[in-house]
């Protein structure tokens, strides 16, 4: 059997020193397989964006083994860690995180800034990735002419520009009305089903989680149950 695509062994992380010191994760041990389309549940506070974060390279884990798309991310040197999260990691937040300034185009293009993929073609492929949520007509406009959905979905756009294996999508319907975020839930399924792109999802959404082949829920920094959807969506159509 293949190695997970993300394993987590013993992963720890606090915040603050002395007595104002706080375990936000305790202890965490997960695996997640290539492929798989996986929730992670918990309350406000119960560490689930502290624990993307660090699979995402984005934070660092203070002991635990913590491998990403087979690295190390514990060992792995700043620079090696942001082209690991550039190339291979997705990232999609409940704000939308885009620069007024840039067009829709240029917005889905800034992770060329940081790639060796970037020079010719750059743009085409911006465009592209639009066209894979539907916006290719509006490359050019700017966030500011846009709704929250469309906004949404330029982000998702860029978070595909360079083609990544994992998407880590953090509460990525909490700013939306429920027809728009239904519409990026059958999304991430067609990612999941049609691409094979690994994604794990932290929600509180009900409706996100069910739509997930498997529910990991997470209190107070520990892993508490899981639940597993084997072919939900068969059965369901």
Known sequence: MADPIIRL???????????????????????????????LVGQSGSGKSTLLNIIGGLDRADAGTVIVDGRDTVRLDDAS????????IGFIFQSFHLLDHLTCAENVSLPAMFSSRHGEGTRERAVEALGRVGLAALADRRPNELSGGQKQRV????????RPAILLCDEPTGNLDSETGRDVIRFFQELNDKDGVTLLIVTHEERVSEACRRVVRIRD?????????????????
């Not at 013993?10 to 996986?38: C, F, W």
């Not at 639940?227 to 059965?235: C, D, I, P, Q």
């Open 9 to 39: 062994d013993g992963v720890r992380k606090a915040y603050g020193v002395g007595d104002a010191r706080q375990e936000v994760l305790r202890g965490i041990t997960l695996d997640i397989a290539a492929g798989e389309l996986v929730a």
């Open 81 to 88: 860690l942001s082209r690991l999260r550039n190339e291979r």
């Open 155 to 162: 982000a998702i756009a860029r978070a595909l520009f360079n």
């Open 221 to 237: 920094g520990l892993l508490v149950a899981e639940k597993e959807y084997h072919e939900k969506r068969v059965a369901e159509a």
